[in-house]
């Protein structure tokens, strides 16, 4: 079966893609988000999916499930920064003054495509950020966000498509906050993720610029237990393919790529010692990036000049054992 159908949660609309071995649901009225990837073969959660009852939780912190966009990634030293004599006031919502996570939360979404072919079967959405008063209070160069997601098989793929719509160059970075399961037997898992470097944070966790090694993540490229880690770890990734290996004692495993060119940065988060879910976090900025001394090279900042579009993409893959 590769279909779309429409169901809802909580009085949303979502649509559900199927495959003989995934169901993929997304909710364009809420942030557009995947909140739920479901292993049909073994019929379990590949990703955190939030309960019918958990609605105001979700509403307040949407990137606590699924495959949330972060459009920008990571933190912002109190919220500021100035791009082109333009300046960028996002909110401060963090603990220290700082903001957090990017002006992506609740959109609405509009559907404007879906496919079904013999392959598989595809959904895409759009938001202008025009649409969104708030959003061009902080963020004031208008874009156009288009975003498809296409399910062949056991493999969903990801492509956002920006484009700048504005008269001047806009400052852009995007990541996702993928919360994988590992169903409270983290001792199980193992993460192989190519990566050389520890990105040093301050205090209120925003880079310094200095660059230290690996030291206790040192099997990371090789090969990394779950069991007893304990993280909120920027990582820069190494030259090549931008693959993070999620593999089970039994053989089963995830694929998590990112398109190298762009998403030079991964985030590791537990949420406190392993347990439950392990955060996978590919970003195309380094946090705080606009206010770094090279904020495209050192940062990753992506210069979007006016008309200008970009396709960012990523890509989930299941390997049964």
Same mark, same amino acid.
């Given at each position: 079966?590769?279909?779309?159908?429409?169901?809802?949660?909580?009085?949303?609309?979502?649509?559900?893609?199927?495959?003989?071995?995934?169901?993929?649901?997304?909710?364009?009225?809420?942030?557009?988000?995947?909140?739920?990837?479901?292993?049909?073969?073994?019929?379990?959660?590949?990703?955190?999916?939030?309960?019918?009852?958990?609605?105001?939780?979700?509403?307040?912190?949407?990137?606590?499930?699924?495959?949330?966009?972060?459009?920008?990634?990571?933190?912002?030293?109190?919220?500021?920064?100035?791009?082109?004599?333009?300046?960028?006031?996002?909110?401060?919502?963090?603990?220290?003054?700082?903001?957090?996570?990017?002006?992506?939360?609740?959109?609405?979404?509009?559907?404007?495509?879906?496919?079904?072919?013999?392959?598989?079967?595809?959904?895409?959405?759009?938001?202008?950020?025009?649409?969104?008063?708030?959003?061009? !209070? /902080?963020? *004031?160069?208008? &874009?156009? @966000?288009?975003? =498809?997601?296409?399910?062949?098989?056991?493999?969903? #793929?990801?492509?956002?498509?920006?484009?700048?719509?504005?008269?001047?160059?806009?400052?852009?970075?995007?990541?996702?906050?993928?919360?994988?399961?590992?169903?409270?037997?983290?001792?199980?898992?193992?993460?192989?993720?190519?990566?050389?470097?520890?990105?040093?944070?301050?205090?209120?966790?925003?880079?310094?610029?200095?660059?230290?090694?690996?030291?206790?993540? !040192? /099997?990371? *490229?090789?090969? &990394?237990? @779950?069991?007893? =880690?304990?993280?909120?770890?920027?990582?820069?990734? #190494?030259?090549?393919?931008?693959?993070?290996?999620?593999?089970?004692?039994?053989?089963?495993?995830?694929?998590?790529?990112?398109?190298?060119?762009?998403?030079?940065?991964?985030?590791?988060?537990?949420?406190?010692?392993?347990?439950?879910?392990?955060?996978?976090?590919?970003?195309?900025?380094?946090?705080?990036?606009?206010?770094?001394?090279?904020?495209?090279?050192?940062?990753?900042?992506?210069?979007?000049?006016?008309?200008?579009?970009?396709?960012?993409?990523?890509?989930?893959?299941?390997?049964?054992?």
């Amino acid at each position: 079966m590769k279909q779309v159908t429409k169901e809802h949660w909580n009085g949303y609309d979502t649509y559900v893609l199927h495959s003989p071995e995934l169901e993929v649901t997304m909710i364009p009225r809420l942030g557009n988000n995947i909140i739920s990837v479901r292993d049909l073969k073994l019929n379990r959660d590949i990703v955190r999916r939030p309960a019918e009852e958990e609605l105001a939780f979700y509403l307040q912190k949407p990137y606590h499930f699924g495959l949330p966009i972060l459009i920008p990634p990571g933190r912002i030293r109190k919220g500021q920064f100035e791009f082109d004599g333009i300046s960028y006031p996002f909110d401060r919502n963090t603990a220290n003054d700082n903001h957090i996570h990017g002006l992506h939360r609740n959109q609405a979404w509009c559907c404007s495509d879906i496919e079904e072919d013999e392959d598989g079967c595809s959904v895409t959405t759009e938001l202008l950020t025009e649409s969104d008063p708030h959003w061009m !209070e /902080q963020f *004031p160069i208008p &874009l156009r @966000l288009e975003m =498809t997601y296409r399910l062949q098989g056991p493999i969903l #793929s990801q492509t956002l498509q920006v484009t700048n719509l504005g008269e001047k160059a806009a400052p852009f970075g995007l990541g996702y906050h993928t919360w994988f399961m590992v169903d409270g037997e983290p001792g199980r898992w193992s993460l192989k993720l190519p990566v050389n470097g520890v990105y040093e944070q301050d205090a209120e966790q925003l880079p310094t610029g200095v660059i230290t090694p690996l030291n206790d993540l !040192e /099997q990371l *490229p090789s090969g &990394l237990s @779950l069991k007893g =880690t304990n993280l909120d770890t920027l990582l820069r990734a #190494s030259e090549g393919p931008a693959e993070a290996l999620l593999t089970r004692d039994d053989g089963y495993q995830i694929h998590y790529t990112a398109d190298e060119h762009y998403f030079k940065y991964w985030v590791l988060y537990t949420k406190g010692e392993c347990d439950q879910y392990f955060c996978i976090e590919p970003y195309t900025w380094l946090p705080d990036a606009p206010n770094l001394p090279d904020p495209a090279g050192q940062g990753g900042l992506i210069r979007l000049e006016p008309r200008q579009s970009i396709s960012l993409k990523t890509q989930l893959y299941i390997q049964q054992p």
